[in-house]
């Protein structure tokens, strides 16, 4: 299960894997990572951009279809992610778990987002 704490309400989604897709504030170019929980942690499987530029920096490894470049993170396992809306993209956050269910998240600038997994979605985890 996916608990996700966003604008002081907790929702839970049930899924073992989920996407996280968003416009780059700068380049305006939309990312997409793809997640999975393994062992009670969110672990990063790959990563999609549609170019680089200002704070996108393709790694070497990346590999060119489909009109995106994709790669494998080189990132610990995680016991949550924070994420922030920056109010610059005119857009937030869209978070997909395996069935399709969609969320969008963050769309208002300065509000925090937190995303674990958890058994019971009771509220966020401390840090």
Known sequence: MLCIAAAGVVTALATTSFTLGWTHSVEQTWWQERWRIEDGHLTIVS?????????????????????????????????????????????????CGQDGQCLELGEEPDAPIKVWPARVCAGPPAG
């Not at 994709?70 to 857009?91: C, F, R």
Request: no cysteine.
């Open 47 to 95: 990563a999609s951009v549609k170019g680089s530029g200002a704070g996108i920096a393709i790694p070497e490894h990346a590999v060119w279809a489909d009109g995106v470049w994709t790669y494998a993170p080189a990132l610990p396992p995680l016991d949550s992610l924070n994420l922030a809306a920056s109010g610059t993209t005119g857009a937030g956050w869209l978070l």
